[in-house]
Protein backbone atom coordinates (compact mmCIF):
# COMPACT_ATOMS: atom_id res chain seq x y z
CA UNK A 1 0.00 0.00 0.00
CA UNK A 2 0.60 3.37 -0.51
CA UNK A 3 0.71 5.83 2.40
CA UNK A 4 0.89 8.38 0.24
CA UNK A 5 -2.01 7.74 -2.12
CA UNK A 6 -4.69 10.20 -2.14
CA UNK A 7 -7.23 8.00 -2.78
CA UNK A 8 -7.67 4.83 -0.19
CA UNK A 9 -7.48 1.47 -0.67
CA UNK A 10 -10.98 0.26 -1.13
CA UNK A 11 -10.81 -1.89 1.52
CA UNK A 12 -10.12 1.00 4.39
CA UNK A 13 -13.29 3.00 2.29
CA UNK A 14 -15.91 2.58 5.72
CA UNK A 15 -18.58 1.59 3.20
CA UNK A 16 -17.11 -0.75 1.64
CA UNK A 17 -18.01 -3.70 4.01
CA UNK A 18 -21.27 -2.43 3.93
CA UNK A 19 -24.22 -1.75 1.97
CA UNK A 20 -25.06 1.29 0.37
CA UNK A 21 -27.37 2.94 2.09
CA UNK A 22 -30.14 3.48 0.05
CA UNK A 23 -31.48 7.04 -1.38
CA UNK A 24 -34.93 8.26 0.34
CA UNK A 25 -37.12 7.93 -2.28
CA UNK A 26 -35.39 3.69 -2.82
CA UNK A 27 -35.64 3.20 0.72
CA UNK A 28 -39.42 4.03 0.33
CA UNK A 29 -40.28 1.77 -2.49
CA UNK A 30 -38.83 -1.13 -0.84
CA UNK A 31 -40.96 -0.84 1.56
CA UNK A 32 -43.84 -0.56 -0.01
CA UNK A 33 -42.67 -3.33 -1.78
CA UNK A 34 -42.24 -5.37 1.12
CA UNK A 35 -45.63 -4.06 2.59
CA UNK A 36 -47.37 -5.63 -0.13
CA UNK A 37 -45.48 -8.93 -0.21
CA UNK A 38 -46.17 -8.87 3.74
CA UNK A 39 -50.03 -8.47 2.99
CA UNK A 40 -49.74 -11.88 1.29
CA UNK A 41 -47.50 -14.00 3.08
CA UNK A 42 -48.04 -13.09 6.76
CA UNK A 43 -51.07 -14.60 6.55
CA UNK A 44 -50.09 -17.81 4.77
CA UNK A 45 -47.22 -18.39 7.55
CA UNK A 46 -49.67 -17.74 10.13
CA UNK A 47 -51.59 -20.67 8.50
CA UNK A 48 -48.85 -22.69 8.32
CA UNK A 49 -48.37 -22.64 11.80
CA UNK A 50 -51.97 -23.72 12.26
CA UNK A 51 -51.20 -26.58 9.81
CA UNK A 52 -48.36 -28.12 11.76
CA UNK A 53 -50.22 -27.25 15.29
CA UNK A 54 -53.03 -29.41 13.66
CA UNK A 55 -51.01 -32.20 11.92
CA UNK A 56 -49.08 -33.31 15.29
CA UNK A 57 -49.83 -36.48 17.05
CA UNK A 58 -51.79 -34.88 20.07
CA UNK A 59 -49.61 -37.51 22.54
CA UNK A 60 -48.45 -36.01 25.37
CA UNK A 61 -45.14 -36.17 23.80
CA UNK A 62 -45.84 -33.78 21.20
CA UNK A 63 -47.48 -31.21 24.32
CA UNK A 64 -44.32 -28.94 23.87
CA UNK A 65 -44.61 -28.56 20.21
CA UNK A 66 -47.74 -28.04 19.79
CA UNK A 67 -47.65 -25.01 21.89
CA UNK A 68 -44.93 -23.65 20.28
CA UNK A 69 -46.98 -23.80 16.63
CA UNK A 70 -49.77 -22.23 18.65
CA UNK A 71 -47.18 -19.74 19.73
CA UNK A 72 -46.25 -19.23 16.40
CA UNK A 73 -50.48 -18.84 15.00
CA UNK A 74 -50.74 -16.46 17.37
CA UNK A 75 -47.89 -13.59 16.72
CA UNK A 76 -48.33 -14.35 12.88
CA UNK A 77 -51.81 -13.41 12.76
CA UNK A 78 -51.20 -10.54 15.04
CA UNK A 79 -48.64 -9.64 12.60
CA UNK A 80 -51.11 -10.06 9.53
CA UNK A 81 -53.59 -8.03 11.53
CA UNK A 82 -51.24 -5.26 11.64
CA UNK A 83 -49.73 -5.37 8.49
CA UNK A 84 -53.00 -5.06 6.69
CA UNK A 85 -53.84 -2.13 9.22
CA UNK A 86 -50.69 -0.31 7.95
CA UNK A 87 -51.50 1.84 5.04
CA UNK A 88 -48.94 2.91 2.33
CA UNK A 89 -48.75 6.70 3.99
CA UNK A 90 -47.56 5.33 7.08
CA UNK A 91 -44.44 6.73 8.61
CA UNK A 92 -41.26 5.41 6.82
CA UNK A 93 -39.83 4.88 10.74
CA UNK A 94 -43.32 2.62 11.00
CA UNK A 95 -42.93 0.78 7.87
CA UNK A 96 -38.87 -0.08 8.21
CA UNK A 97 -40.19 -1.64 11.96
CA UNK A 98 -42.64 -3.54 10.76
CA UNK A 99 -40.69 -5.22 8.02
CA UNK A 100 -37.72 -5.82 10.66
CA UNK A 101 -40.32 -7.49 12.69
CA UNK A 102 -41.10 -9.25 10.06
CA UNK A 103 -38.33 -10.89 9.08
CA UNK A 104 -36.99 -11.92 12.79
CA UNK A 105 -40.75 -13.33 13.39
CA UNK A 106 -40.57 -15.47 9.81
CA UNK A 107 -36.64 -16.19 10.82
CA UNK A 108 -37.71 -18.01 14.04
CA UNK A 109 -40.60 -19.94 12.35
CA UNK A 110 -37.93 -21.51 9.65
CA UNK A 111 -35.73 -22.32 12.55
CA UNK A 112 -39.03 -24.16 13.59
CA UNK A 113 -39.77 -25.74 10.48
CA UNK A 114 -36.44 -27.04 10.27
CA UNK A 115 -36.61 -28.59 13.89
CA UNK A 116 -39.90 -30.06 12.92
CA UNK A 117 -38.77 -31.56 10.10
CA UNK A 118 -35.91 -33.23 11.43
CA UNK A 119 -38.01 -34.68 13.98
CA UNK A 120 -40.16 -36.26 11.67
CA UNK A 121 -37.60 -37.47 10.19
CA UNK A 122 -35.64 -39.36 12.74
CA UNK A 123 -39.02 -40.42 14.09
CA UNK A 124 -38.48 -38.09 17.19
CA UNK A 125 -41.96 -36.42 16.97
CA UNK A 126 -45.28 -38.38 15.77
CA UNK A 127 -47.83 -36.55 13.01
CA UNK A 128 -50.05 -37.05 10.26
CA UNK A 129 -48.18 -33.70 8.97
CA UNK A 130 -46.25 -34.84 6.27
CA UNK A 131 -42.02 -34.57 6.57
CA UNK A 132 -42.16 -33.17 2.60
CA UNK A 133 -45.11 -30.60 3.60
CA UNK A 134 -42.99 -29.16 6.69
CA UNK A 135 -40.26 -28.99 3.97
CA UNK A 136 -42.69 -26.95 1.32
CA UNK A 137 -43.53 -24.33 3.76
CA UNK A 138 -40.45 -23.72 5.00
CA UNK A 139 -38.68 -22.89 0.96
CA UNK A 140 -42.18 -20.69 1.14
CA UNK A 141 -40.77 -18.84 4.80
CA UNK A 142 -37.06 -18.51 3.33
CA UNK A 143 -38.66 -17.02 0.02
CA UNK A 144 -41.04 -15.05 1.81
CA UNK A 145 -37.86 -13.66 3.59
CA UNK A 146 -35.92 -13.50 1.00
CA UNK A 147 -37.74 -11.08 -1.18
CA UNK A 148 -38.24 -8.70 2.17
CA UNK A 149 -34.68 -8.73 2.29
CA UNK A 150 -34.27 -7.79 -1.40
CA UNK A 151 -36.46 -4.98 -0.70
CA UNK A 152 -33.99 -3.52 1.65
CA UNK A 153 -30.96 -2.93 -0.32
CA UNK A 154 -30.47 -4.84 -3.26
CA UNK A 155 -29.40 -7.92 -1.73
CA UNK A 156 -29.65 -11.47 -2.36
CA UNK A 157 -29.49 -13.35 0.70
CA UNK A 158 -30.90 -17.11 -0.21
CA UNK A 159 -29.44 -19.41 -2.41
CA UNK A 160 -31.03 -21.78 -5.37
CA UNK A 161 -31.07 -24.53 -3.05
CA UNK A 162 -32.18 -23.18 0.24
CA UNK A 163 -35.16 -22.48 -2.54
CA UNK A 164 -35.73 -25.99 -3.42
CA UNK A 165 -34.30 -25.18 -6.95
CA UNK A 166 -31.57 -26.63 -9.35
CA UNK A 167 -28.57 -24.68 -9.47
CA UNK A 168 -27.23 -25.36 -5.82
CA UNK A 169 -25.36 -22.04 -4.65
CA UNK A 170 -26.39 -19.64 -7.13
CA UNK A 171 -28.10 -16.80 -5.18
CA UNK A 172 -31.67 -15.95 -6.02
CA UNK A 173 -33.18 -12.77 -7.13
CA UNK A 174 -36.48 -13.01 -4.65
CA UNK A 175 -37.19 -9.91 -6.17
CA UNK A 176 -40.69 -8.48 -4.89
CA UNK A 177 -43.21 -7.28 -7.33
CA UNK A 178 -43.58 -3.89 -7.00
CA UNK A 179 -39.73 -3.75 -7.67
CA UNK A 180 -39.81 -5.61 -11.11
CA UNK A 181 -39.64 -2.17 -12.75
CA UNK A 182 -36.22 -0.84 -11.39
CA UNK A 183 -34.40 -3.96 -13.34
CA UNK A 184 -32.99 -4.72 -15.98
CA UNK A 185 -34.89 -7.14 -18.91
CA UNK A 186 -31.91 -9.68 -17.94
CA UNK A 187 -32.58 -9.54 -14.57
CA UNK A 188 -36.49 -9.76 -14.82
CA UNK A 189 -35.61 -12.60 -16.97
CA UNK A 190 -34.05 -14.78 -14.27
CA UNK A 191 -36.62 -13.32 -11.98
CA UNK A 192 -39.48 -15.44 -14.24
CA UNK A 193 -37.00 -18.55 -14.49
CA UNK A 194 -36.62 -18.75 -10.80
CA UNK A 195 -40.56 -17.98 -10.18
CA UNK A 196 -41.41 -20.42 -12.79
CA UNK A 197 -39.66 -23.30 -11.15
CA UNK A 198 -40.59 -22.20 -7.51
CA UNK A 199 -43.85 -22.26 -8.15
CA UNK A 200 -44.17 -25.01 -10.85
CA UNK A 201 -42.50 -27.41 -7.84
CA UNK A 202 -44.86 -25.71 -5.28
CA UNK A 203 -48.17 -26.41 -7.06
CA UNK A 204 -47.43 -30.18 -8.33
CA UNK A 205 -46.39 -30.62 -4.36
CA UNK A 206 -49.42 -28.87 -3.59
CA UNK A 207 -52.09 -31.15 -6.03
CA UNK A 208 -49.75 -34.06 -5.12
CA UNK A 209 -50.58 -33.69 -1.34
CA UNK A 210 -54.57 -33.30 -2.31
CA UNK A 211 -54.24 -36.84 -4.53
CA UNK A 212 -53.47 -37.89 -1.11
CA UNK A 213 -55.73 -36.97 0.94
CA UNK A 214 -59.25 -37.21 -0.72
CA UNK A 215 -61.30 -40.20 0.45
CA UNK A 216 -60.25 -43.05 -1.32
CA UNK A 217 -62.93 -44.34 -3.71
CA UNK A 218 -65.83 -41.62 -2.67
CA UNK A 219 -63.52 -38.74 -4.11
CA UNK A 220 -61.94 -40.17 -6.59
CA UNK A 221 -62.85 -38.16 -8.96
CA UNK A 222 -61.17 -35.12 -7.22
CA UNK A 223 -58.18 -36.78 -6.41
CA UNK A 224 -57.70 -37.83 -10.45
CA UNK A 225 -58.21 -33.90 -11.12
CA UNK A 226 -55.10 -33.29 -8.82
CA UNK A 227 -53.00 -35.95 -10.13
CA UNK A 228 -53.33 -34.42 -13.67
CA UNK A 229 -52.40 -30.91 -12.23
CA UNK A 230 -49.56 -32.40 -10.42
CA UNK A 231 -48.33 -33.88 -13.30
CA UNK A 232 -49.08 -31.09 -15.44
CA UNK A 233 -47.10 -28.55 -13.20
CA UNK A 234 -44.18 -31.50 -12.76
CA UNK A 235 -44.06 -30.74 -16.68
CA UNK A 236 -43.95 -27.10 -16.49
CA UNK A 237 -40.68 -27.55 -14.25
CA UNK A 238 -39.24 -29.93 -16.81
CA UNK A 239 -40.38 -27.21 -19.46
CA UNK A 240 -38.59 -24.72 -17.88
CA UNK A 241 -35.72 -26.21 -16.91
CA UNK A 242 -35.52 -26.41 -20.86
CA UNK A 243 -36.00 -22.76 -21.79
CA UNK A 244 -33.27 -21.72 -18.73
CA UNK A 245 -30.91 -24.35 -21.11
CA UNK A 246 -31.41 -23.23 -24.25
CA UNK A 247 -32.48 -19.78 -23.62
CA UNK A 248 -35.38 -20.11 -26.13
CA UNK A 249 -39.22 -20.32 -25.81
CA UNK A 250 -39.99 -17.70 -22.44
CA UNK A 251 -43.22 -16.93 -23.99
CA UNK A 252 -44.64 -20.61 -24.35
CA UNK A 253 -43.26 -20.98 -20.87
CA UNK A 254 -45.49 -18.11 -19.67
CA UNK A 255 -48.52 -18.86 -21.33
CA UNK A 256 -48.84 -22.50 -20.68
CA UNK A 257 -47.33 -21.72 -17.06
CA UNK A 258 -50.51 -19.12 -16.63
CA UNK A 259 -53.35 -21.91 -18.12
CA UNK A 260 -51.62 -24.01 -16.10
CA UNK A 261 -52.63 -21.92 -12.79
CA UNK A 262 -55.96 -20.55 -13.90
CA UNK A 263 -57.02 -24.06 -14.51
CA UNK A 264 -55.74 -24.73 -11.07
CA UNK A 265 -57.28 -22.12 -9.14
CA UNK A 266 -60.26 -22.77 -10.72
CA UNK A 267 -60.61 -26.56 -9.62
CA UNK A 268 -59.47 -25.08 -5.82
CA UNK A 269 -61.97 -22.73 -5.87
CA UNK A 270 -64.69 -25.44 -6.70
CA UNK A 271 -62.85 -28.00 -4.27
CA UNK A 272 -63.24 -25.36 -1.33
CA UNK A 273 -66.95 -24.45 -2.09
CA UNK A 274 -67.74 -28.02 -2.33
CA UNK A 275 -65.88 -28.44 0.78
CA UNK A 276 -67.61 -25.10 2.53
CA UNK A 277 -71.14 -26.17 1.49
CA UNK A 278 -70.57 -30.22 2.57
CA UNK A 279 -71.56 -31.17 -1.28
CA UNK A 280 -68.19 -33.18 -1.46
CA UNK A 281 -69.63 -36.93 -1.42
CA UNK A 282 -69.50 -38.10 1.84
CA UNK A 283 -69.79 -33.99 3.35
CA UNK A 284 -65.96 -33.89 4.43
CA UNK A 285 -62.39 -34.97 3.34
CA UNK A 286 -59.30 -35.88 5.12
CA UNK A 287 -58.08 -32.33 4.80
CA UNK A 288 -59.92 -29.09 6.46
CA UNK A 289 -60.84 -26.42 3.78
CA UNK A 290 -58.44 -24.17 4.69
CA UNK A 291 -55.84 -26.11 2.90
CA UNK A 292 -57.33 -26.08 0.00
CA UNK A 293 -58.28 -22.06 0.33
CA UNK A 294 -54.27 -21.38 1.62
CA UNK A 295 -53.45 -23.35 -2.03
CA UNK A 296 -56.30 -21.13 -3.76
CA UNK A 297 -53.67 -17.82 -2.66
CA UNK A 298 -50.56 -19.32 -3.53
CA UNK A 299 -52.14 -19.89 -7.07
CA UNK A 300 -53.41 -16.36 -7.17
CA UNK A 301 -49.96 -15.03 -6.01
CA UNK A 302 -47.94 -17.07 -8.99
CA UNK A 303 -51.10 -15.71 -11.45
CA UNK A 304 -49.89 -12.12 -10.18
CA UNK A 305 -46.35 -12.60 -10.71
CA UNK A 306 -47.23 -13.97 -14.26
CA UNK A 307 -49.70 -11.26 -15.64
CA UNK A 308 -47.12 -9.04 -14.44
CA UNK A 309 -44.26 -10.50 -16.09
CA UNK A 310 -46.13 -11.72 -19.24
CA UNK A 311 -46.00 -8.39 -21.25
CA UNK A 312 -42.85 -7.35 -20.50
CA UNK A 313 -40.83 -10.78 -21.40
CA UNK A 314 -43.53 -12.61 -23.98
CA UNK A 315 -40.64 -11.88 -27.01
FE1 LIG B 1 -48.04 -22.22 2.00
FE1 LIG C 1 -47.63 -24.04 -0.57
Not at 44 to 56: N, V, Y
Not at 217 to 234: G, I
Request: glycine content about 4%.
Amino acid sequence: MDDRSPIPPRWLDPHFLQPPVPEPSILREGLLAALEEMRVWTRLMAEHAKFIRMGLDPNRAQEELFREADRFAVRLDALYDQTIHTSPHAPTDALYALREQTIHVVNELIRFKREIIQALEDCKALAILPAVLCAHVRREADRFVGTLERSKTGLRTKTYAVLGLPDGNRRAETLPRLLYGRVTPATLHTVAMEEILFFSRTHAEHAGHLALTFRPEVQDAYRREALAFEKAFEELLHLAMEVERSGQGMRKLLTESRKATEAFCAYLSKTLRDLTTCRIPTGQANFPPLIADHMRREALYYLDILHRLEPVLAT
